[in-house]
């Protein structure tokens, strides 16, 4: 006999991940393959994240400091606010989630964009507020006048993924301040600034700086992407005390491991190292965007780590694509699974990687042209 669940749990969406490369090889039988799938970096961790992790296994059998004080104060110094306004969490992702289990109940409202992070339907669902889900405009960016108009009495908080994943399209601090300007002071917002780091635009950050006089605002980060700590899970969040108590409320205990929390302080001791992995990344970026554009493929111009493109003819299946490209030892996002139907989200890669998915693109689609990378 089944066990008997909430109600709720029908209504949660399930989050689908990409394929992993050991899933494609075999599927396809390949002996290698190219992931351009889950917006991580194409680099390992730095060698000195290494070594702090090699250090740090023997210290395994001992719970981590819960608080991740030594994180916290690191973070609070980079973003010159106390540490009482920093949070962290298991990935930014686990901050967010707490944020709807701290602020939203059942009656209440969330509003956010779609398509977005796939993630943002949960949290209505899990808490049985209804979410409100503004489509975005034209260039692929949020409308923030629509979702400030969305607001209402029974809205308890406001996300804002930028950049906005899927479509890697950006807006600036002016319009974020802006938009906080247009909507009530005691109205959470929550700005998801995964992608901050590729941003190549003198505001770049700026939004931070608004959480320190901004007591509704928080700004959450991740590890994940510039620094390549995917695997360790490891984000943060700069918000007002008032915030990160309430999203210290509810995590667990020892949310954030011993080696995340190790290796993130131990990347933050290496700014130029992570800078110029990042300038690589929006160099290759440039370099991916002019190809598509010289073959004619549909894309929208990002501020991220990826691009969202679609077929470059209007008659073929995105899914086709993604399946065509599959069999080439090349994985791609199939943007159906991101509210996106009828495209593709491919990362930026090295150089080499964004080679093969180049050629491999051309050759799926006809598209005769010669590979070449600066």
């Given at each position: 006999?089944a ?6 749990i ?14 494609v090889m075999?599927s396809?039988?390949l ?11 194409p680099?390992?961790?730095l ?7 090699d250090?740090g ?9 819960g ?5 916290r ?18 990935g930014?992702?686990e ?15 969330i ?10 339907p949960?949290?209505?669902a ?14 692929g ?5 629509a979702?400030?108009?969305?607001v209402d ?14 479509t890697?399209t950006y807006?600036s601090?002016?319009?974020v ?8 002071d ?16 003198p ?16 700004v ?6 510039a620094?390549?700590l ?16 309430a ?12 080696l ?27 370099r ?10 549909p894309?929208t111009?990002s501020r991220?780590?990826?691009i969202?493109m ?10 086709v694509?993604?399946?065509?490209l599959?069999a080439?030892?090349?994985?791609v ?16 890669g090295?150089p080499s ?22």
């Open positions: 006999m066990i008997r669940t909430s109600p709720r029908a209504g949660i969406p399930h989050y689908e991940p990409g394929l992993t490369m050991s899933e075999a396809h039988g002996d290698s393959v190219v992931k351009l799938a889950s917006n991580e970096s680099f390992p961790p060698p000195q994240v290494k070594a702090v992790i250090a296994i023997d210290g395994l059998n001992r719970y981590p400091d608080a991740a004080r030594a994180l104060e690191a973070l609070a110094d980079q973003h010159a606010v106390d540490p009482a306004q920093v949070a962290i969490g298991n930014s992702c901050l967010i989630v707490h944020a709807g289990v701290a602020l939203l109940d059942p009656g209440t409202t509003i956010h964009a779609t398509p977005s992070f796939a993630m943002y949960h949290l209505a899990e808490s049985g507020a209804e979410g409100i889900a503004i489509p975005l405009a034209a260039d960016g949020h409308d923030l006048h979702m400030a108009a969305a009495e029974r809205t308890r908080l406001v996300v804002i993924c930028n950049p906005n994943n899927p890697g807006r601090a002016d319009q301040e802006e938009f906080l300007d247009l909507v009530p005691d109205l959470a917002v929550l700005v998801d600034e995964a992608y901050y780091d590729f941003v190549d635009l505001d770049r950050g700026r939004v931070s700086v608004l959480a320190r006089t901004r007591p509704n605002l928080l959450t980060r991740t590890f994940s992407k620094y390549g995917c695997g360790l899970r490891v984000g943060y969040g700069i918000g007002s005390a008032d915030w990160v108590r999203l210290d409320a509810v995590r667990q205990p020892f949310n954030t491991n011993e995340a929390q190790a290796a993130a302080l131990e990347s933050l001791r290496h700014p130029a190292a992570i800078q110029k992995r990042v300038d690589e990344a929006i160099s290759e970026r440039a991916v965007a002019d190809a598509l554009a010289e073959m004619g493929v894309f111009p991220s780590n990826f969202l679609q077929p470059p003819d209007p008659g073929m299946d995105a899914r694509l993604h399946e065509s599959l080439r030892g090349v994985i996002r199939d943007g159906s699974a991101l509210g996106a139907p009828g495209t593709l989200r491919v990362t930026i090295t990687e964004n080679d093969v998915f180049l050629a491999a693109l051309a050759a799926v689609t006809g598209t005769e042209r010669e590979v070449q990378h600066s």
